[in-house]
């Protein structure tokens, strides 16, 4: 279950003193598990005591007992506070990775004083994600007759635009005012 409005289900770091960061969150397994993927969902709080990241890093236990990084970006897309909107963000690895820990590295804007940093929800999977979670279209938001407007889309998360295929299409009850070209 996402956080929602109920921040008692999220983690968060709030008040933790300044040289904790970045701060380590860590899921673990008793025994070694072999992973493509991970995706995670930001939380922040409507009051500004838990705000939104500044960066986060990926790291993965070795078999020796050693943390290693891992070269992916982990996203920072996030919805409004209180999770409204939450948006994914999803890193597939170059290789299988096994291992009996995963850990994000977050960090928060300077000068945030004792506000923390949040998660609203943090998955792990034994293979790659391939889930477009959204899509964004920009552009104009009115189209006037007689005239061409220029919109672009996008999806979500970032790391799956260049895989990802989408089409635009007008809905056939207006295929007679609007029309698509390229």
């Known amino acids: 279950t996402l956080a929602g409005g109920n921040p008692a289900t999220s983690w968060n770091c709030w008040n933790a003193a300044a040289d904790?960061?970045?701060?380590?969150?860590?899921?673990?397994?008793?025994?070694?598990?072999t992973i493509y993927s991970t995706r995670v969902m930001w939380?922040?709080?409507?009051?500004?005591?838990?705000?939104f990241p500044s960066d986060a890093k990926l790291q993965y236990k070795d078999s020796e007992g050693n943390w290693q990084n891992i070269n992916k970006t982990v996203g920072l897309e996030h919805g409004g506070?209180?999770?409204?909107?939450?948006?994914?963000?999803?890193?597939n690895f170059d290789a299988p990775i096994t291992t009996t820990a995963l850990q994000l590295l977050i960090s928060k804007p300077e000068n945030s004083g004792i506000a923390g940093v949040g998660i609203s929800e943090w998955e792990v999977y034994s293979k790659k994600f391939k889930a477009i979670t959204s899509a964004k279209i920009s552009g104009s938001t009115?189209?006037?007759?007689?005239?061409?407007?220029?919109?672009?889309?996008?999806?979500?998360?970032?790391?799956?635009?260049d895989s990802s295929d989408y089409a635009w299409s007008v809905p056939e009850d207006s295929q007679s005012l609007i029309q698509i070209e390229g």
Do not use: F
């Open 142 to 161: 009115e189209l006037l007759v007689g005239h061409t407007e220029t919109y672009t889309g996008s999806v979500m998360p970032q790391s799956l635009e």
């Open 20 to 33: 904790l960061y970045p701060m380590p969150v860590s899921l673990t397994w008793t025994e070694p598990q």
């Open 81 to 91: 506070v209180d999770g409204v909107d939450g948006r994914w963000n999803t890193v």
């Open 43 to 51: 939380w922040a709080y409507n009051d500004g005591g838990v705000i």
